[in-house]
């Protein structure tokens, strides 16, 4: 048999976006039925293990409150660090320009070590109705009108894999490395295998 494989992976993301569920529910663990989880805010850094498909995964949960201070708490541990998972609230509305933010300075961050980074679209949470109104001033700066054609709803007021994409100019982060955006739902679990599989193999795990 192979040697299993370590990885370490970043989490990180606003804060609310659900960072904490995701990484129980890539590490195994499952709602009950019929329940929702209720998580505790984060230390400024939590760790979760665990060994999976030949890789002996450490999930390292970051937690910040601002643009600057994901800059300030990635930093000393990129080097360390296979890969990357940017967690999006796919009901907050509120914070798009602070989301695009964020992921600009995750994405710096990462460039020096040109990690792998999984954009993962929790579409896991409750969800409040979109405001539109609001959201036309903080989407890089356009009108209301540019906010309701980039912000179309999906009949459940949550963006989705296409919007996020524009909202994160993903297109203009073509340089080469692995980058992939995911639907995911945290309550469920749907689609964090798929996200599981595809760091896998960027993380040698092949």
């Given at each position: 048999m192979g040697q299993s494989v370590s990885a370490?992976?970043?989490?990180?993301?606003?804060?609310?976006?659900?960072?904490?569920?995701?990484?129980?529910?890539?590490?195994?663990?499952?709602?009950?039925a019929g329940k929702h989880d209720v998580v505790m805010p984060?230390?400024?850094?939590?760790?979760?293990?665990?060994?999976?498909?030949?890789?002996?995964?450490?999930?390292?949960?970051?937690?910040?409150?601002?643009?600057?201070?994901?800059?300030?708490l990635m930093e000393p541990w990129v080097?360390?660090?296979s890969a990357v998972i940017f967690v999006v609230d796919a009901s907050d509305s509120i914070r798009?320009?602070?989301?695009?933010?964020?992921?600009?300075?995750?994405?710096?961050e990462a460039s020096a070590k040109?990690?792998?980074?999984a954009v993962a679209v929790n579409r896991g949470k409750p969800v409040a109705t979109m405001d539109f109104t609001v959201a036309g001033d903080l989407v890089h700066g356009v009108d209301h009108e540019?906010?309701?054609e980039l912000l179309?709803?999906?009949?459940?007021?949550?963006?989705d894999a296409s919007v996020t994409s524009r909202l994160l100019r993903l297109d203009t982060k073509a340089d080469g490395r692995p980058l992939k955006l995911f639907e995911?739902?945290?309550?469920?679990?749907?689609?964090?295998?798929?996200?599981?599989?595809?760091?896998r193999i960027h993380v040698g795990g092949a």
């Open positions: 370490n992976v970043l989490v990180v993301g606003l804060d609310r976006s659900g960072k904490s569920l995701l990484t129980r529910r890539l590490s195994g663990c499952r709602a009950s984060t230390a400024a850094l939590e760790r979760t293990r665990f060994q999976r498909d030949g890789v002996r995964w450490t999930l390292l949960e970051l937690k910040s409150h601002s643009v600057a201070e994901t800059r300030t080097s360390a660090t798009l320009a602070e989301l695009a933010q964020a992921f600009t300075a995750v994405w710096e040109r990690l792998p980074i540019v906010a309701l179309p709803p999906d009949g459940r007021g949550l963006l995911v739902d945290a309550l469920s679990g749907n689609g964090c295998d798929a996200l599981l599989a595809w760091l």
